[in-house]
């Protein structure tokens, strides 16, 4: 299981990387959603990787931290609201700025 | 143990609820709550400099007891960082009732939430809720950013808010990285844990350590993380512009937190010396981008973008020579340079306003009314910033100079300083003279109205820049204090977790 999370969040965190250094908006969103994903499933992993171990006191023999969790709901949540902003954003700067790149401009045009 | 400590977020948090709620209220309702929040904050901010005389002081949210809760810690450093919040506050807030939260609608409700996670960031004990004050203050000043619309501000929003989602993501990484080595993110709690840290763990721990400081260094504007701050911070509103220069020191006093409290606790095997290895050059760095930028610059709030990025740049460099008095020198420093820097972005307003042409590019030679009032005022800030006598922009640097010639490379910051206060001259004055020597006076009947209410509100915040330096006694007194609490990270994670620091035994995840 852990060679199969660590290969997840390298996956995730290379392609996740790649689409940020992109030019285009659409690909720069993309990649930080993988990001974020990749950070979320690696603190979701810091409370170690057990099986069978409920984040409840005394269900079972050993029980899992829960911390850990809270973290990632909370972190999911500021994920998920900063991705919706950031669509909206790179959404309204493709319909003022008549183009989809990072900068918003072409090179050539005059830098507000 | 007292409830006023929780305050500085909650009044915020509420007045900005209730604007949301009651966002069909006529402006100036908006703004009298605005302003009376923001005031409120000040007093608190005053009470809390006070209080934080003593000793320091914990509040444990719901009573959890820590390392488990929620705690918030009130000492000298957040006190004072408190108190010049809250006073930059309310005169950008008193600016921005003239006239410019008009442009777009929910300006206060937001100025309100940034106040929360501003004092949050300053207050809070856990790292963890440090990250959570960071989001609250990064989605305020987004929208904040963007207010008002238009094409320059979606251009810069853009970057701005792109680095730093990528910054809440590294952030996290190195928060899991902490939890997963020590099991809690108390920042009391991670010092002593950290301090007993078994030497396999030190590459990772280091690894943490730098992570955060990058998250840290976006915030601060640290060379190769800066290039999203003269764009954005020149294309906001003035007095957004103004708040913002209390957000790169945001970033500093995260920095020193961390770095003094949670990462050097062992003075035998300070983790942070490491850190402060990378810190040092690029800070010097940044000081020197800064200075380039300042006269390089196009307009007046670009100039300004620049000198906050040079101020930054000090504050950085100065914090890496980790010395007791430099650090009391530098946070004189901080205290002055925030001031001014938020004098510059309302000054460019000001002026640009009563510019015939050009608002306040420097290329632009275009006849201006009240030439004296506001040369005047433009004269007394660039006197301060630049580091020249009376103010306290001299007072600063010089303190901070003279206290730094103990640390063995210390020509490199005299030196690198000195030409950047020489830049920073040229600069100032070719935008001076440019701008209310050359001119034609206005001609008759196209004279513009010179608003009282904003120029009283700026000569009141350079008259903070004079005050300082008239009660620079008192003031550095303070500083010397606060330098010395940071420097005792011990006597920090005694108050919060109510025994004395020992440093034993291996982790326990």
Known sequence: ?112 | MTHLMILPVVIPMLAAAWLLVNHRASIGRQRVWSIFSTSVLVALGVWAVVAAQTDYHTYWLGNWQPPFGIVLVLDRLSAMMLLLAALLALFCVLYASRGSDREGSHFHALFQFQLMGINGAFLTGDLFNLFVFFEILLLASYALLLHGGGRARSRAGLHYVIINLLGSALFLLALGILYGLTGTLNMADLAVRIAAASPDDQTLLKGAALLLMVVFGIKAAILPLLFWLPRAYSASSAPVAALFAIMTKVGFYAMVRVLLIVFGLDPAQPLNAGVFLWLWPLALATLGLGAIGVLGAASLRTMAAYLVIMSSGLLMASFAMAETTVLAASLFYLLHSTCLAAVFFLLADLIGRQRADGYDLLSVTAPLTHRWILGTLFLVAAVSMAGLPPFSGFISKAWLLQNATGHPHYLWLWGITLLAGLFMIAALSRAGSGWFWKPEPFSGRQRRKLDPARVATVSVLIGISGALALFAAPVMEYMTATAGQLYHPSAYVEAVLGEPATITGGLTP
């Open chain 1, 1 to 112: 299981m852990e060679l199969m999370i660590a290969a997840a969040l390298g996956i995730l965190t290379t392609c996740g990387v790649f689409l940020i250094l992109r030019a285009r908006t659409f690909s720069v969103v993309l990649g930080l959603t993988l990001l974020s994903h990749a950070v979320n499933l690696f603190l979701f992993s810091m409370g170690r990787l057990t099986t069978g171990a409920p984040a409840i006191v005394g269900l079972t023999e050993s029980s899992a931290d829960p911390l850990p969790q809270a973290l990632v709901l909370t972190a999911i949540v500021i994920s998920f609201a900063m991705t919706a902003f950031v669509v909206v954003l790179s959404l309204k700067a493709a319909v003022e700025l008549r183009n989809d790149h990072v900068d918003g401009e072409n090179p050539n045009e005059d830098r507000l």
